[in-house]
């Protein structure tokens, strides 16, 4: 069966400091990759969304980076950390493009700028 | 562009009610539009999917409705339980080429 994982779980990092969110996949070849922000009270905000290795597509624009360096690996990463990175990130995999199929979640990563 | 639109105070229902979500949409009728149960701190897990073409759908005590006129969509949970108490996420896509888009979500209480 298909698993994914995702970590750190929680970290707690000063303005300005870099940051590397990873994610990684089981049991399934090529899938889509999602990074995902959610903000206390709104709904989910696409950040990068990954169909291949190699293959980025940014959604928003900011201080994040993602990078997909095996088939089934994700990494969201920052340079320099911003007060508004603060937020509840979220890996996901799919397996049919765009709002086809479903999307399978990592357990999140909470993460706190201060 | 498209808003999607969840009631963002609780729902409270007495266990063994039927509880009833709402999402409304503002824009263009999807292709597919899709719900998902969150517990808090965890991530979002997929419930069902339907279809523009599809009127309703169903899996066990759950059932999703699909109105294009109202643009609207209606998640039941029948025979609810204290177990059922999470926040409920709508998400909706225009066709297979875009990707999702997400409301804030219901969060639901089911009292016993």
């Known amino acids: 069966s298909q698993t994914i994982h995702q970590w750190p779980a929680t970290l707690v990092q000063p303005v300005g400091s870099p940051l590397s969110l990873e994610c990684t996949v089981e049991?399934?070849?090529?899938?889509?990759l999602y990074w995902y922000r959610q903000a206390a009270g709104r709904g989910l905000q696409l950040l990068f969304y990954s169909v291949g290795i190699g293959q980025i597509s940014s959604e928003v624009p900011q201080n994040l980076s993602a990078s997909r360096p095996q088939d089934r690996q994700f990494i969201l990463s920052s340079k320099k950390l911003l007060l508004s990175d603060s937020g509840f990130y979220l890996c996901a995999w799919g397996g049919l493009a765009g709002g086809a199929g479903e999307l399978f979640f990592g357990e999140g990563s909470r993460l706190t700028v201060l | 562009s498209q808003k999607i639109e969840q009631n963002s105070e609780a729902l409270n229902i007495q266990e063994g009610k039927t509880a009833t979500l709402t999402c409304n949409y503002t824009n263009y009728s999807p292709a597919y539009l899709q719900w998902y149960r969150q517990d808090p701190g965890r991530g979002p897990v997929f419930l069902l999917l339907?279809?523009?073409n599809e009127k309703e759908k169903r899996k066990e005590r759950l059932k999703v409705t699909f109105d294009t006129t109202l643009k609207q969509s209606l998640f039941h949970i029948t025979a609810s339980q204290p177990a059922d108490s999470a926040t409920y996420l709508c998400?909706?896509?225009?066709?297979?080429?875009?990707?999702?888009?997400w409301g804030a979500g219901t969060k639901l209480i089911i009292k016993p």
């Open positions: 049991g399934t070849s090529n899938p889509n």
């Open positions: 998400a909706l896509a225009e066709d297979s080429n875009y990707q999702l888009i």
């Open positions: 339907i279809r523009e």
